[in-house]
């Protein structure tokens, strides 16, 4: 499995952004696609998931109520809706996915930029 993930770049705060995940190849064994981030200095940190099959979502503490994440199964895309941007959301934004058995993320793509000035 190979994921592109893009759409991150410089907004203003309180802008919304969309961010992309393209997934190819064996995309059948993905249970469970997500979002992370990590901003410098700081850890990588999960943002929310969507599961392929049933389409049900979880987010984070800190995006919750302001984002979306959501799939078209026939592109093999995850998108991540991300309203009233922050400051503070500004991180490489890396988009996972795992398969169902697994509880780790075993595949990752390359990361986008998003920046929020104030």
């Known amino acids: 499995v190979q994921l592109q993930a893009s759409g991150g770049g410089l907004v203003q705060a309180g802008d919304s952004l969309r961010l992309s995940c393209a997934a190819s190849g064996r995309t059948s064994d993905i249970a469970v696609m997500a979002w992370f981030r990590q901003a410098p200095g700081k850890e990588r940190e999960f943002v929310g998931r969507i599961r392929s099959s049933a389409g049900s979502t979880a987010y984070a503490g800190s995006v919750k109520g302001r984002s979306t994440i959501s799939r078209d199964n026939a592109q093999n895309t995850m998108y991540l809706q991300i309203n009233s941007l922050k400051p503070e959301d500004t991180a490489v934004y890396y988009c996972?996915?795992?398969?169902?058995?697994?509880?780790?993320?075993?595949?990752w793509g390359q990361g986008t930029q998003v920046t929020v000035s104030s």
């Open positions: 996972a996915a795992r398969q169902d058995f697994n509880v780790d993320y075993i595949w």
